[in-house]
């Protein structure tokens, strides 16, 4: 053994021994932490002590220290907000990614992770039906993704109503309209308010949370009837959503995209987690005409499932995409030739080669084996949606098409009870919300290993809840 790998061996066996006991511990732990952060602050916190310690016993103290305060969310009883599990080859690509330590912004410096990662950015286009010549970047998360779309919206609208962006910056460019859906994610704002573009125009949406394409229609004419933008064409970004957080409900992108080019905007879509449906040949109907679209945002650690910190840009105009991202303003780019650099295609200049558990898991399951992962979570959640409805005092508020559920239990004093019956029972765990002025408990099927005995604890431990909020009111 060389010196270099001693080093290392003791601590890597220790982690892979934590990490197999804490994978095997899913099947029975409660799903909730036992131990709040204020409470394990002490076990991490206090001074830095002057003396180091072996590293293997880092790991151990690590490991044992923090399991109390662990969240189950690779089980199949966590049904929390929108958050998958793991494959098995994507968690272990992901350990890879760590130990081969490529800074991988660079194709000549680092070239199998950035091979690796063009070869998973080709198969996300052919597999989610999205233009083959599109740039894709690995970001952090959707929230980056999306960013990094609007970013790309923003560089070429105003380079297509002749402002220079990259030197003139935004003040005193024309202004550019954004509209967004009633029931857009809130990353969506937070994406244009990073990018100086200011309050996005609501356009309302129907009881599930779709944009209206005809609101959207009257409210695009609006702006260019007003003359907003003196006297060129008013550059317009739309937003829209494929995969309502609370509903599971796709935009309906066919009439939307040709309202939104119509005026000629940019039209962008937010597809966290519900771009993965363009994979299933059966939920066609939900995703028809969103390859229409000019950039698209959607994580890999949700639906997919590989762990976290992958989010993915798609952008039809790989110029502008590159433009709004590379270190080299555009007028430098614009005669390169050949492929992106990764480091052009996404905000961060160093990063981890994110997008190699995206490649292993798309080799682990196959193009078929997407597909049958996707149509088994809405399987699971429509199975959910269907043993939960026939309980007394339950009721789905949502049309259950993709992977969310979400639940009332009559007025919202007893469905937040519910809720907290249900949390502290520590089963399963979902997710409190609010959705169209209602609290609900709100389920979401995202993990690959949610199986018939999990639905079925689900729908126990919800029985259970509602029994429990009923003997104390009754
Ligand atoms: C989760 C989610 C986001 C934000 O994604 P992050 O990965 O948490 O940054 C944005 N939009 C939708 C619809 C989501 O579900």
Not at 28 to 41: H, I, K, M, N, Y
Not at 227 to 242: D, F, H, K, R
Request: glycine content about 10%; hydrophobic content about 45%.
């Amino acid at each position: 053994m060389s010196a270099h790998e001693d080093r290392y061996s003791d601590a890597l066996e220790a982690a892979v021994r934590h990490a197999r006991q804490w994978l095997a511990s899913q099947e029975g732990r409660p799903v909730g932490p036992r131990r709040t952060a204020s409470e394990l602050a002490a076990d991490f916190g206090g001074p830095l002590p002057p003396d180091g310690m072996p590293a293997a016993e880092v790991v151990d103290y690590l490991a044992t220290k923090a399991e109390p305060g662990l969240m189950a969310m690779p089980s199949g009883r966590f049904f929390g907000w929108v958050i998958g599990g793991t494959l098995p080859a994507a968690l272990a690509a992901d350990w890879l990614v760590s130990a081969w330590d490529q800074n991988s912004g660079l194709r000549f410096a680092t070239p199998a992770t950035a091979a690796i990662e063009e070869a998973a950015g080709k198969w996300l286009l052919e597999l989610l039906g999205l233009p083959a010549q599109s740039g894709v970047g690995f970001a952090t998360g959707a929230t980056m993704a999306n960013f990094t779309g609007l970013a790309a919206a923003r560089w070429r609208l105003l380079a297509d109503a002749g402002w220079d962006l990259d030197g003139d910056g935004l003040t005193g460019a024309p202004r550019i309209h954004c509209f967004v859906g009633q029931e857009r994610h809130d990353t969506i704002d937070l994406g244009l308010r990073y990018l100086g573009l200011g309050r996005p125009t609501v356009v309302p949406a129907d009881r599930q949370g779709r944009i209206d394409a005809a609101e959207l229609d009257c409210a695009l004419d609006r702006v260019v009837l007003s003359g907003a933008s003196g006297s060129g064409p008013a550059p317009l970004l739309v937003c829209l959503q494929a995969g309502n957080l609370h509903s599971g409900a796709f935009d309906p992108f066919r009439e939307s995209i040709a309202v939104a080019k119509a005026h000629g905007a940019w039209v962008h879509v937010d597809g966290a987690f519900g771009l993965w449906a363009a994979a299933v040949p059966e939920l066609a109907a939900l995703t028809a005409g969103l390859e229409g679209a000019d950039s698209w945002g959607t994580d890999a650690h949700k639906t997919l499932n590989v762990p976290y910190d992958c989010g993915i840009a798609v952008v039809r105009d790989s110029r502008a995409l590159r433009s709004a991202m590379g270190v080299h303003t555009s007028y430098l780019i614009q005669d390169a030739e050949g492929p992106a650099d990764p480091f052009e295609t996404v905000p961060e200049l160093s990063r981890r080669a994110r997008g190699v558990p995206v490649w292993a898991a798309l080799k682990e399951l196959g193009r078929d084996g997407v597909a049958a992962q996707v149509r088994g979570l809405v399987r699971r959640a429509s199975q959910l949606a269907e043993q939960l409805s026939a309980l007394d005092g339950v009721e789905v508020l949502n049309d259950v098409g993709y992977t969310q559920v979400s639940l009332a239990f009559g007025d919202d004093a007893t469905t937040r009870a519910v809720t907290a019956r249900v949390m502290a029972d520590g089963r399963v765990w979902m997710s409190g919300s609010r959705w169209q002025d209602r609290d609900i408990l709100r389920l979401s099927v995202s993990n690959w290993s949610t199986d018939d005995a999990d639905v079925a604890t689900a729908v126990a431990a919800v029985r259970d809840a509602v029994a429990a909020v009923r003997g104390h009111t009754g």
